[in-house]
């Protein structure tokens, strides 16, 4: 068998260096009047390097590799379009420019997917997913990426202050979530309320948001959807690129600076990025008439820093495309909340002291990430392989000076292979496994807590999918296997498989003026061993917890119905779902207390609960107001039991102007978001009062400065003093951030 498979391989790359890499070129032209589209963007998704046309419409794609290529075709005001292209040398020899027609369109929210491992149109996907460019999302500033996601229909930020956050996608979070970049997954300890995404917005071109257990190919946990990142593109053929920017924000005095490098030359292609922030404790909303104090009022120990650093390198030949990426992250975390006192009260954990030095308790987190991607294309076959390393350690300081409290250490030895094979022209079939081998391990050297054992997992998963598109219509059927083994190295010793055999099912229909697509899907979470084998304090929660080793594997079943029309000025989508989760795990309260720490023990359990809810989203481009955008959409989520952190039913609308940089000024944005009243709560929490917040921005270029954007804002206009249902901090009803002014430069340099 092995001999086979070497031979294949071998025969493969012999193949593979007989081709050349080619150029191709066309032009871009407006489908209704057949005038050129001057400086449209031609954007080649699987060599990752684009070009943009002249003032004619004209283009030059260079260093393709000879096979079919997937050409994105983007302008201002027009809608995507992708291109099929099959740049062969002989099939170019015969081929004169390409044309490409592009629709005018005044609303432009199809974006092009990439996690779906075909690279498609939203409008053609048969399961919900939402792409966003981060740009986009960070017309108005947020903080940090998953307050940027958390614009999303659907999405929510599940916070420590402002310095520790993890998504919530349709009321799930955490081990429920699963991070993908580049296509391999990330692991970063997110079973803690207190350990955030580990993510930076550096060098992150795009966010896609897959909604549910929807996805087969990513593998277990993923209940709750996927997050899946790309990194931004290499620079255009021949080409540098130089960028920085620097922002400042009021509420913390934050400060937050990053660089970057990108150049292309020939078929080798190179970026380097850098980052760092600071920020002291955040100033909460109306301290005025609160605590009897006239005096700005900080949340105590919520200040954070970090740095970060990121590079990248790819290379094509022929048949064959490689990339290597390397991240290092650092964060200096401040914990606000922790306390090991058993009553603590609303005035322990608030300041008059804005500082931004290291004190305790607080977190050190270092976070390194490797990946190799090799991808081969052949006449019928994309071949993908991919291998990467993680390691993420996280330190806990308390009282003691150089000693922590917490110190563990995850690696993650993982890899991801996927075969997509044409049948026909109506067909194909995507195939493929995943496996990772993980350790968690505890650094024993006078450490205080241990709050999960030394353990090893190991992953192995398989999947298969069909596709098919008949014109109008795409369907998508598919199943997957996976198993995880946990072994402990504990004096007790836990050692146990969990096995999973999972399908999805869906099927989509996209014309003019509508889309729809229907889906139905299985998950499978195995129980984290936090989980299975808890008994003792967690001081980030305040809570003494005992798990159980007899959890059976999470269970999902979700349908997801997407019903969307679109006309040139009006955007109308409704996107209703249900998940049943069988086997849902839960802390519940025994109403007993601890008798050495004082605190009240909850034991772990499981029961079958649903979700179900959906978006509501409208975008309303009037016809006699070019300039103008109003978007609204409604987010609704409801339970069947009582379960904590269930998000607020969320309205979220934003106005836009377009100004088309008339005197410096590209666009101005101001948001209107409230958060309805939470009373479905489990019995341990309280009910959270409905809020409101205004948020509003400025987006540009310095005039007589084309080199030089801008952006300034504030967030949180009115100043309001709120506590987010989500907000860890909402135990002691500490508020969030109050009003936070920025301004952000942006320095961009080619050549």
Known sequence: MFRSVLLYITVLFLNLIQFQAQSVNGKVLDKETESAIPYANIYCLETQNGVIADSTGKWQLDNLINNQMTLQISATDYGNEMVKVNASRRNLMYRSEIIVKLSPEHIHLDEVIISTSDSKLQRYSTFPVESRKIADLNKIEQTNIVDALSNIPGIYNFSTGNGIAKPVIRGLTGMRVLTSQNGLRLENQQWGADHGFAVLNLGIDRAEVIKGPSSLIYGADALGGVIYLADEPYANPNKTEIKASTKFESNSLATVNKISYKTSKNNLRFAAYGGYFSRANYAIGDSSSFINSSDSIFALNSKNSGWSFKTAIGYNKNNWITNFRYQLLYFQNGLPGHTHAAN???????????????TKPAQKIFNHLAQWENKFYFKNDEVVAQLGYTSNNLREFEKRTFTPGIDMTLQNYSYNVRWKHQLNEKFEIVSGSQGMLQSNTNGYNDIIEILIEDATFSDLGAFSLLKGNFNLWNIQAGARYDQRSIITTNSDGFDDTFRGLNYSAGISRS???LTA?????????PPHISELLADGVHHATLQYLIGDADFESERANQI??????????????????????????????????DSASGL???????????FSGGDIAVHYHPHVAHWLHLESNFSLLYTNNELPFIPQNRLNNIAKIDFKNRKGINSISAQYVHFFGQNSVATYEEPSDPYQLINFSINGTIPGNNKIDYAVGVNNLLNSRYVDHLSRLKTYEIPNPGRNIYIKLIFQFDR
């Open 600 to 610: 009240d023990i909850f034991n772990m359990k499981q029961k079958d609960v649903v």
């Open 517 to 525: 697509r229907l889906n139905a899907s299985t998950g499978f979470r």
């Open 344 to 358: 603590p009260v609303i005035s322990d954990f608030l300041s008059s002291n804005r500082t931004r030095g290291f």
């Open 511 to 513: 014309s003019k003026f």
């Open 560 to 593: 997801d119905f997407y019903l969307g029309t679109h006309f040139d000025h009006l955007e109308i989508v409704i996107n209703p779902f249900i998940n049943q989760i069988d086997n849902y795990i839960y802390k519940n309260p025994t109403n007993s207390i």
